[in-house]
């Protein structure tokens, strides 16, 4: 700096210093806490986006859940910056960057979709798996984890109050007066034996099949805190009751693969924990729900999940998108182009592109077959098979109690989503897609950090580095540990 004998030092202009305030506000931007809040706001808004766009029909309620997660996502982009990568080095990261390179590929090709149908579909096959690396990287505490769960947890006991409280009449007389809504609507019910129409509830979600799959999940996760060893007793009184709504509206959504999920989810928590007791309450818990459920539905409920011990109506189930995935595969062995079986397309594009020469598929199997041919279906399996050999990895890994359970709350999900891939969306829809990736995250950064106290994940920051070639101040080196990345 340079001084004058008259004036003394000249004084810089602090219009042309960095300011204080970008760095605070950067700070504040790129923070865990901001993120994290951005985050829950868009889990909330999943759980009831099916309700947004049924009363509010509009392309930016069809899109909102989108910014919540894509906004955390690359402001965690900015904060690695060059220093790491944004999918986590491992099997999953290289199944998903050719998969995503694979959707890219059949989303220019002129198969016949046209490019906003194909477009819309590159969204929905891509969007949920990005959660992967959000949840990896806001990983941080263990605390923050079962944050997550109880916030969830939360979330499903109000929606599962709101779906008891729905009424089949208050459906019945939007279908009556707006036709759009009655052809999407047509799922809600489904037909006894005896011929009659038995309503299913859907809450504040698109669909109850979607209803009942993420009542399944929560369940698993509030299961999977109250049976951890050490657990309070008022808390696991407060998990247990929070069980019971979510199981009842599971049980009235009519969705057997839901029950079926949370049935082997309890099982592999129960193997996991030695406890068979966990296996016997959550037996005493269904068997609540369906007696309570035959009694509201005039024994409907009975008859409904009562056929999946008919092996021929289960394998039928089963097997219906095999044979749809077999018959495509026949047609067109290499798909038919992203967006042919109108998967993730918004309902408002459906009337405005023209294109009408759909080839409607339910499930992920036969969609996958149907746009991208048996190439498609092999990545997608090569990314189920790395997601796979994580939750084995998870559960036979010693560590502490806390964070064994968020472990095995999180390889529950996991395990439910590849259990259930052949015959619906576990790994593509909204929310549950998204919070299944979100916490295959979180399972990979628990098992990419050495086993810790049960109050945090990240290991100690490392100590200052040794240079011998000249001295060091004490401010240069405690300055150097005031940032850590974990690789």
Same mark, same amino acid.
């Given at each position: 700096?340079?001084?004058?004998?008259?004036?003394?030092?000249?004084?810089?202009?602090?219009?042309?210093?960095?300011?204080?305030?970008?760095?605070?506000?950067?700070?504040?931007?790129?923070?865990?806490?901001?993120?994290?809040?951005?985050?829950?706001? *868009?889990?909330?808004? *999943?759980?009831?986006?099916?309700?947004?766009?049924?009363?509010?029909?509009?392309?930016?309620?069809?899109?909102?859940?989108?910014?919540?997660?894509?906004?955390?996502?690359?402001?965690?982009?900015?904060?690695?910056?060059?220093?790491?990568?944004?999918?986590?080095?491992?099997?999953?990261?290289?199944?998903?960057?050719?998969?995503?390179?694979?959707?890219?590929?059949?989303?220019?090709?002129? =198969?016949?979709?046209?490019?906003?149908?194909?477009?819309?579909?590159?969204?929905?096959?891509?969007?949920?798996?990005?959660?992967?690396?959000?949840?990896?990287?806001? $990983?941080?505490?263990?605390?923050?984890?079962?944050?997550?769960?109880?916030?969830?947890?939360?979330?499903?006991?109000?929606?599962?109050?709101?779906?008891?409280?729905?009424?089949?009449?208050?459906?019945?007389?939007?279908?009556?007066?707006?036709?759009?809504?009655?052809?999407?609507?047509?799922?809600?019910?489904?037909?006894?034996?005896? *011929?009659?129409?038995?309503?299913?509830?859907?809450?504040?979600?698109?669909?109850?099949?979607?209803?009942?799959?993420?009542?399944?999940?929560?369940?698993?996760?509030?299961?999977?805190?109250? $049976?951890?060893?050490?657990?309070?007793?008022?808390? &696991?009184?407060?998990?247990?009751?929070?069980?019971?709504?979510?199981?009842?509206?599971?049980?009235?959504? *009519?969705?057997?693969?839901?029950?079926?999920?949370?049935?082997?989810?309890?099982?592999?928590?129960?193997?996991?924990?030695?406890?068979? %007791?966990?296996? %016997?309450?959550?037996?005493?818990?269904?068997?609540?729900?369906?007696?309570?459920?035959?009694?509201?539905?005039?024994?409907?409920?009975?008859?409904?999940?009562?056929?999946?011990?008919?092996?021929?109506?289960?394998?039928?189930?089963?097997?219906?998108?095999?044979?749809?995935?077999?018959?495509?595969?026949?047609?067109?062995?290499?798909?038919?182009?992203?967006?042919? $079986?109108?998967?993730?397309?918004?309902?408002?594009?459906?009337?405005?592109?023209?294109?009408?020469?759909?080839?409607?598929?339910?499930?992920?199997?036969?969609?996958?077959?149907?746009?991208?041919?048996?190439?498609? =279906?092999?990545?997608?399996?090569?990314?189920?098979?790395?997601?796979?050999?994580?939750?084995?990895?998870?559960?036979?890994?010693?560590?502490?109690?806390?964070?064994? +359970?968020?472990?095995?709350?999180?390889?529950?999900?996991?395990?439910?989503?590849?259990?259930?891939?052949?015959?619906?969306?576990?790994?593509?829809?909204?929310?549950?897609?998204?919070? +299944?990736?979100?916490?295959?995250?979180?399972?990979?950064?628990?098992?990419?950090?050495?086993?810790?106290?049960?109050?945090?994940?990240?290991?100690?920051?490392? &100590?200052?580095?040794?240079?011998?070639?000249?001295?060091? +101040?004490?401010?240069?080196?405690?300055?150097?540990?005031?940032?850590?990345?974990?690789?």
């Amino acid at each position: 700096m340079r001084t004058s004998a008259a004036r003394g030092p000249i004084v810089p202009d602090p219009s042309q210093q960095p300011s204080d305030l970008i760095a605070k506000v950067q700070a504040v931007l790129l923070g865990d806490k901001l993120l994290t809040v951005v985050v829950l706001m *868009g889990i909330t808004i *999943g759980f009831f986006h099916g309700w947004l766009k049924f009363h509010y029909p509009s392309p930016v309620v069809t899109f909102l859940f989108d910014p919540f997660m894509l906004t955390p996502l690359g402001l965690v982009y900015l904060r690695l910056g060059r220093q790491e990568s944004l999918l986590p080095r491992g099997p999953i990261r290289n199944s998903l960057v050719a998969f995503y390179g694979l959707c890219a590929v059949f989303a220019f090709l002129p =198969l016949g979709p046209p490019f906003l149908v194909s477009l819309a579909a590159l969204r929905g096959w891509c969007f949920a798996s990005l959660m992967y690396p959000l949840g990896y990287h806001l $990983t941080r505490a263990v605390a923050q984890v079962r944050a997550y769960f109880y916030v969830l947890i939360a979330l499903g006991v109000i929606t599962a109050v709101i779906g008891l409280r729905q009424s089949a009449e208050e459906v019945e007389a939007r279908m009556r007066h707006d036709e759009v809504m009655s052809q999407r609507l047509l799922g809600t019910y489904y037909a006894t034996e005896a *011929g009659k129409a038995q309503f299913r509830i859907f809450s504040t979600f698109v669909t109850a099949g979607a209803f009942g799959s993420v009542m399944a999940f929560v369940a698993l996760l509030a299961l999977s805190l109250v $049976t951890e060893p050490k657990v309070a007793k008022p808390e &696991g009184l407060l998990l247990t009751a929070a069980i019971a709504p979510i199981c009842y509206a599971m049980i009235l959504t *009519g969705t057997r693969s839901a029950l079926v999920m949370f049935g082997v989810g309890a099982s592999v928590i129960a193997w996991h924990r030695r406890r068979l %007791l966990t296996l %016997l309450l959550v037996g005493l818990a269904l068997y609540l729900a369906l007696h309570f459920g035959a009694k509201s539905t005039a024994g409907a409920s009975t008859e409904r999940f009562g056929s999946l011990l008919e092996s021929g109506i289960v394998s039928e189930r089963v097997m219906m998108p095999v044979i749809t995935a077999w018959n495509a595969f026949c047609d067109r062995p290499f798909g038919g182009g992203l967006g042919k $079986t109108g998967y993730s397309v918004p309902f408002i594009l459906y009337g405005r592109t023209g294109y009408t020469d759909f080839r409607l598929a339910e499930g992920d199997l036969p969609c996958l077959v149907v746009e991208m041919g048996l190439v498609g =279906l092999l990545l997608f399996l090569r990314v189920l098979w790395a997601a796979a050999r994580l939750v084995y990895e998870a559960l036979n890994r010693p560590r502490d109690p806390a964070v064994d +359970t968020v472990a095995l709350g999180s390889a529950a999900i996991v395990t439910l989503a590849i259990i259930s891939f052949p015959v619906g969306s576990p790994f593509l829809g909204i929310p549950t897609g998204a919070l +299944t990736w979100f916490f295959v995250g979180t399972l990979h950064r628990l098992l990419a950090t050495p086993t810790s106290p049960a109050n945090a994940v990240d290991p100690p920051p490392p &100590g200052p580095v040794k240079h011998f070639l000249h001295r060091r +101040t004490p401010k240069a080196l405690s300055s150097s540990t005031t940032t850590w990345r974990h690789s």
